[in-house]
């Protein structure tokens, strides 16, 4: 299976499938469509020269033939990833998205404190090389947690069993997806950049927190941005 069948198969069906239901219910109104368009821009802009980085450095690396070009070192699927599963975590929010009532965002000195705690377990990490891609995850995961922790634990907070389970289910399937892909050869991530602990014997525990803390950012960012639009 090629990277782009993998793409159409696991996120794009989905995609379109909870679109026209998200649509049915009316729940891709205005408010939500732009905060969906706001999210992907953010995850290209942000995730690009990271992914970049991962795959110049061979952390993670894909077989010829599975990709049909590259920008820099990235799979243009890759790109198509990064904004699809956005996406796809948004129509997930705009189906419970009317049920968020907080309004207005608290700073919070205590959810900046909070993020320090990745952001140090990430540089102790990057010190071993089996840590190096746990480390890469989440030093890079630190700015966006304390920019929304810092900007929202009190919205975030209040309004969490509304999104958790969509973050845990979401979390979940692309979990099982990845470990189809390296199983079936799409990508494969370096072995001895990681710390070899697996899911199922396959999925590296780092692919899960890495689909952990992105979806995180989207359902987050989401939430944030209905309790700014909740103000007046």
């Known amino acids: 299976m090629t990277y782009l069948e993998f793409l159409i198969l696991f996120i794009g069906i989905p995609l379109f499938a909870i679109s026209f ?37 061979n952390i993670w690396s894909y077989p010829t033939g599975v990709v049909f070009a590259t920008i820099g070192y990235v799979p243009i699927e890759e790109y198509g990833f990064m904004v699809m599963q956005t996406m796809l975590a948004g129509v997930l929010w705009s189906l419970v998205s009317s049920k968020i009532n907080v309004s207005g965002l608290t700073p919070s000195g205590k959810g900046i404190l909070v993020s320090l705690i990745p952001g140090f377990v990430g540089a102790y990490c990057l010190s071993h090389e089996s840590g190096t891609y746990a480390g890469l995850i989440l030093v890079w995961a630190f700015p966006p947690l304390a920019l929304q922790w810092g900007l929202g634990a009190r919205a975030l907070l209040s309004s969490a069993k509304m999104w958790m389970p969509l973050w845990v289910g979401f979390t979940l399937y692309l ?18 950049t990681r710390s070899g602990i697996e899911i199922m014997g396959i999925l590296p ?28």
């Open 21 to 57: 239901w998200a649509y049915k219910k009316q729940c891709l109104d205005q408010k939500n469509i732009t905060g969906i368009g706001l999210m992907c821009v953010i995850a290209l802009v942000y995730t690009t020269p990271w992914d970049n980085y991962l795959i110049m450095e």
């Open 175 to 192: 979990c099982l997806a990845d470990a189809f892909a390296i199983s079936d050869g799409i990508w494969t991530i370096t072995s001895t």
């Open 205 to 232: 525990i780092e692919e899960a927190l890495f689909f952990a803390l992105t979806n995180l950012f989207v359902l987050q960012g989401l939430c944030l941005w209905e309790t700014w639009r909740n103000k007046g």
